[in-house]
């Protein structure tokens, strides 16, 4: 009804602030701790420093970018991290035939994983939790059977994607950058990004609108999976090793994380790529900033939870009018 | 207001205001409600009705004015508040749980309790069954709520508002799901309600149930009471100009819908045939065609597979048999709902809300969705394009929003159901199939909706029709294909094209033909 432009009764503002809060809520802590800081920690604004933290969150933001995706159409990815993990056994195994095969090898698993998740999701109707927990179980178990053990990384070619910089840049936070404008760029501008954020909004209205659901559910995991392999090679080539026993794990929480400060909701329906990049870039502030203050890093999870919570109290309000 | 009578309202709003921003939806609006009658609250969308409805159930605190309980003045501040008092609301979209039994629905939150404090099932059950009996309603009360039909579904709505012990009973729009059959039961609960001495205020957009049902009337328009009084002296017209804002003589000169009637069908082929449309449970050997510039009414009972004709054609639904040809060619069902509007065929669901709009997005956005691939170039989607076919049409079908860019979901179900034309428009389609393009919109929007599927069709659109309302269907159009069970149980054309008949043909009475549907392919 006309009258349901409505909802607004004098708690609007709270309403208001709410929405303002989940929209630009993480810009404005990234802002306000980044200030903290720089008045109140010392050697914070050192190039080496800004450096290290970036060059630690990359691939996290990039894992991020495909999750956003999956999570704008109602679904999650929890296999990211297990991706990551047969990403470098795939390196270790194929690095006898460059490092070019080796990184294309590793992609090829990472979008061959998305597939066969977003087979299950799109086409048999599993639901995306179960399907990609199935995953995040198997994908990393076949990851150690292939590579049971971590294996050093000489390949100097490898090596170089992951200490090598531009002007001082590190690669590996270029890549990220890149992809992020690439996501930005796809969401906005793209048929398909118009098409996923409906699919998250009201799949059967999509349908019944002629929209290639299920193909698009399926591209969006082969995404996810594609650029979690990524971040598995940058993480590989940056350690000197490859270690699918250990590398990603718990990946997938923090992706889910940023995307969800980030402003995107569980929900779907909505995607914010810069958002998720905030959201990926506070949680490692706040570690740091935690870490040079002297505090355990269980403080910094206990503030996690806080800004999961909040992020998600932000979220949950926009549909109480 | 000639009240003297000395009873006091049971529900009563004096002079109550409410402001949105933007809009004041109540303008110090006036309304009694007395003991044991139905009253009408009829209105335009955006008349106010439902801020009225949403005040008296605790939903919406007034800005001005008082909410009276049997003189008393009273201030709610939830619904559960407004229903402890005694007034339960039916909404239009009704707020069951569609998981939970038939039983827990009718008892939630008043659950018969086990002395451990546990649901006491047996004794759930037998009330439950009690309470629908009352009604008249058959339906397995252990059964998921969702397992049954749209009509059930809101009689269960209807039963849990009376089984409250309600002293006044709001209902909105409860026949807008409802077979002829249902609908009658329903009128006699409420007139059994009135005798018990229970009130109801009765909102609802057809004319001849206000006229069959209630004995005052109140009319709002823009926020403010235009009319109170008893229906009986009103005629159908003057409450129609009533709620319009519009002279007599010109809605006499519209009509009451605003179906022109004749269109030239003539002996074209047609362009769209489905043949022999089958599903196991649900469609039996359907057949439909649609010439160009010929509206096709699809009549029938709720569950007699007009919805399902619909959405076989598009492809939505799975067949088991049957095919479905466009301007001579036969659809590929891979990928079929894409195949079909690429053909020229679209569908506007029935549904609205769960099939139609995509709620977190903008006008904008939901009318561009199914036409986004033409208005792209390599992927890449042209924002001037959208925005030239946006503005082109939320011109022409006069669409009410604040801006393209409003959330679709903040509009009145009219408005969104034009958003969902234009989303069909765009896409230049030869075929469109309406499933109950007028339900649950204003008379106002209603009026134009049909005056546009009138003009589509002038402009050699071929079009089916279906409709729940009797009067929308003869109207409208130019053939009816009457369904039952799952089967076409008659075929009426020209003359032929009347209540009475599809009736008969609906009851079975062979009044049509049978075989009609041969005569046409």
């Known amino acids: ?321 | 207001m000639g009240a003297a009578d000395a009873e006091i309202p049971v529900l009563e709003a004096d002079g109550v205001s409410k402001r949105f921003p933007g809009v004041l939806a109540l303008d110090e609006v006036s309304f009694a409600l007395r003991p044991g009658e139905v009253h009408a609250l009829v209105g335009e969308n955006g008349a106010g009705k439902s801020t009225l409805i949403k005040v008296f159930t605790g939903a919406h605190r007034p800005d001005g004015g008082r909410v009276l309980v049997e003189g008393r003045p009273v201030a709610f501040g939830s619904p559960l508040e407004a229903r402890r008092a005694g007034i339960s609301a039916v909404h239009q979209e009704v707020g069951l749980v569609p998981d939970m039994s038939v039983a827990r629905n009718l008892l939630l939150g008043r659950e018969p309790r086990t002395r451990l404090g546990l649901i006491d099932l047996p004794r759930l059950h037998a009330e439950a069954e009690r309470t629908l009996a009352e009604l008249g309603v058959r339906a397995d009360v252990r059964a998921p709520l969702r397992t049954l039909g749209v009509g059930t579904r809101q009689m269960v709505a209807l039963a849990r508002a009376v089984s409250v012990r309600a002293r006044v009973v709001i209902m909105d729009e409860p026949t807008s799901s409802l077979e002829p059959r249902e609908v009658e039961t329903l009128f006699g609960v409420v007139r059994e309600l009135r005798d018990r001495g229970i009130s109801t205020v009765y909102v609802s957009h057809r004319l001849d149930e206000l006229y069959q049902l209630c004995d005052r009337v109140t009319v709002l328009r823009d926020g403010r009471v235009a009319h109170t009084g008893p229906l009986a002296e009103l005629d159908r017209l003057r409450l129609i100009s009533l709620m319009l804002g519009r002279d007599v003589a010109e809605v006499r000169a519209g009509g009451v819908t605003r179906f022109s009637g004749e269109h030239a069908a003539a002996a074209e082929q047609p362009v769209l045939e489905a043949r022999g449309l089958t599903r196991r449970h649900v469609l039996n050997g359907v057949s439909v065609s649609v010439r160009p510039g010929e509206v096709v009414g699809l009549g029938g009972l709720l569950g007699a597979g007009r919805s399902e004709t619909a959405k076989a054609i598009v492809g939505a639904l799975p067949l088991d048999e049957g095919e479905v040809t466009v301007a001579g060619t036969t659809l590929r069902r891979r990928r079929p709902v894409g195949a079909a509007i690429r053909a020229g065929v679209s569908l506007l669901p029935e549904d609205r809300k769960a099939e139609g709009i995509v709620p977190g997005l903008s006008v904008r956005e939901n009318i561009a969705l199914a036409a986004l691939p033409r208005l792209a170039r390599a992927g890449l989607v042209s924002e001037a394009r959208i925005d030239a076919l946006v503005e082109t049409f939320m011109r022409r079908l006069r669409i009410k929003a604040s801006s393209p860019h409003q959330r679709v979901d903040e509009l009145s179900g009219g408005n969104q159901q034009k958003v969902l034309l234009a989303r069909w428009l765009a896409m230049n389609p030869r075929i469109l199939l309406l499933d109950e393009p007028t339900r649950g919109i204003d008379v106002g929007a209603k009026a134009e909706v049909q005056a546009l599927v009138d003009e589509l069709a002038r402009d050699g659109l071929g079009v089916l029709l279906i409709s729940s309302d009797l009067e929308e269907l003869v109207e409208g159009s130019d053939r009816v294909v009457v369904l039952r069970d799952g089967t076409v149980a008659g075929q009426l054309g020209g003359g032929e094209v009347t209540e009475d008949r599809i009736m008969a043909v609906i009851a079975g009475d062979g009044a049509g033909d049978p075989s009609g549907e041969e005569r046409h392919g």
């Open chain 1, 1 to 321: 009804m006309a009258e349901a432009v409505a909802g607004r009764r004098p708690g609007l503002d709270r309403a208001r602030v709410l929405a303002w809060a989940r929209e630009y809520g993480v810009y404005v802590s990234v802002l306000a701790l980044l200030l903290f800081n720089v008045v109140f920690t010392p050697n914070f604004v050192d190039p080496g420093n800004f450096r290290t933290q970036l060059v630690q969150v990359a691939p996290i933001v990039i894992v991020a970018l495909g999750m956003a995706l999956v999570i704008g159409t109602e679904g999650i990815d929890l296999s990211v991290g297990s991706v990551m993990a047969l990403a470098a056994s795939m390196v270790v195994l194929y690095l006898g035939y460059g490092p070019v095969p080796a990184v294309l090898v590793a992609l090829a698993a990472g979008a061959a994983t998305g597939a066969v998740g977003g087979a299950l999701v799109a086409y048999v109707g599993v639901q995306p939790i179960v399907a990609t927990l199935a995953l995040l179980v198997g994908v990393r178990g076949l990851a150690n059977v292939l590579v049971p053990q971590l294996k050093e990384i000489s390949n100097p070619g490898l090596l170089a994607l992951g200490s090598g910089s531009v002007a001082g840049v590190p690669y590996v936070v270029l890549i990220a950058a890149a992809l992020t404008a690439v996501m930005a760029f796809v969401v906005r501008r793209t048929t398909f990004g118009r098409r996923i954020v409906a699919i998250g909004g009201n799949r059967t209205a999509s349908e019944l609108s002629g929209l290639p659901v299920k193909r698009l559910l399926l591209a969006v995991y082969v995404i996810s999976g594609t650029l979690a392999a990524g971040a598995g090679v940058l993480a590989t080539a940056r350690l000197q090793a490859g270690d699918p026993t250990s590398l990603g794990l718990f990946m997938e929480l923090s992706a889910i994380t940023a995307v969800v400060i980030g402003g995107t909701p569980l929900s779907g329906g909505r995607i914010r790529v810069l958002g998720t990049v905030m959201g990926a870039l506070l949680m490692q502030l706040l570690q740091a900033t935690l870490i040079k203050h002297d505090l355990p890093q269980s403080w910094a999870q206990i503030v996690q939870a806080a800004i999961i919570l909040a992020a998600v109290y932000a979220a949950g309000n926009r549909g109480a009018r």
